[in-house]
């Protein structure tokens, strides 16, 4: 009789050891121009706009975001000094995501930061340890096709899943040995530049990134008292003098809900936790429920 194996388990969550030690991004705090292009919105989710706006904003956007980070590596002496190319190809493929599907997972920073520096640390190295062998340096296509297929299990594992960093692994290889290492800031450099064009353009009308780095509440749980709420448990009858009395217990429900996903409807208004991921078809939806409460 065959054993049947749960493959669900085969699981990891690298955001489970992580996440904890992250501090919330402290966007509420800051002056709301400044949090505004920094992807801050409050209660306030951007508006659904139609295609052909999205369009316009995309095309000024890849436009622009192309451009600097051509422009910025053109003018790094020390890139050119070790035969870097003017833009690497990827950086149009990570154009496309962060300007005209900015609302996708694959265009977000941690996504689009991390994913390409995995892919230039592990094609260059894939690279270095191929030219040891002259044999195995004569097939670029084998050590491409090697590195794309690690940077994408690395990516999967550390939930930073970005396409164009699997063609810049495959480049690393197949073109990149000349210019070795200095792939690395190469990269660093052009992401930062291609996120710093994004923060501004797609926050004129819409609103990037959705998150910083997961969608889920950062920091640690609170850790509530393991005797508080025990069916069948009463509280003393000085309480209120121990300091649990119901301004407390307001005060502790308030603390316990800080750091949860809620969305509230009400009647002609949508209220959305800051920690909450909305796409702006979403939002859509939501004020239409609202909008038929009366």
């Not at 999967?156 to 699997?166: F, Q």
């Not at 450099?189 to 998150?211: D, K, S």
């Not at 910083?212 to 509280?235: A, I, N």
């Amino acid at each position: 009789m065959s054993k049947h194996v749960d493959f669900s388990r085969w699981h990891i969550d690298i955001d489970a050891y992580i996440n904890p030690y992250i501090p919330a991004p402290p966007w509420r705090w800051l002056p709301r121009p400044v949090s505004h292009f920094l992807g801050y919105r409050g209660d306030k989710p951007p508006k659904s706009l139609g295609n052909l706006l999205i369009a316009f904003w995309s095309l000024i956007g890849v436009f622009c975001g192309v451009l600097v980070v051509a422009e910025v590596s053109e003018h790094v002496p020390s890139f050119q000094h070790h035969n870097a190319p003017i833009i690497v190809a990827s950086f149009g493929a990570a154009a496309v995501l962060e300007f005209a599907v900015i609302e996708s997972p694959f265009a977000q920073p941690r996504n689009a930061v991390l994913s390409q520096l995995f892919a230039s640390i592990i094609g260059i190295g894939i690279g270095k340890l191929f030219a040891l062998n002259p044999n195995a340096h004569s097939k670029p296509q084998l050590g491409g096709a090697l590195s794309c297929a690690i940077t994408t299990a690395v990516m999967v594992l550390t939930n930073t899943v970005h396409p164009p960093a699997g063609a810049t692994a495959l480049l690393a290889v197949t073109e990149g040995y000349p210019i070795g290492w200095w792939l690395v800031p190469i990269m660093v450099l052009g992401c930062v530049m291609m996120q710093a064009v994004a923060l501004v353009v797609n926050n004129i009308q819409r609103r990037f990134p959705v998150y910083w780095w997961t969608v889920v509440p950062l920091g640690r749980p609170r850790q509530r008292d393991p005797e508080m709420g025990v069916p069948g448990r009463q509280e003393p009858e000085d309480k209120e003098k121990e300091g649990h009395g119901p301004e407390s217990s307001s005060n502790s429900a308030v603390t316990d809900t800080e750091t949860q996903m809620q969305i509230v409807i009400q009647e002609g208004k949508v209220l959305v936790s800051d920690n909450m991921w909305v796409t702006a078809e979403e939002m859509e939806v939501l004020e239409r429920i609202s909008r038929r409460i009366q």
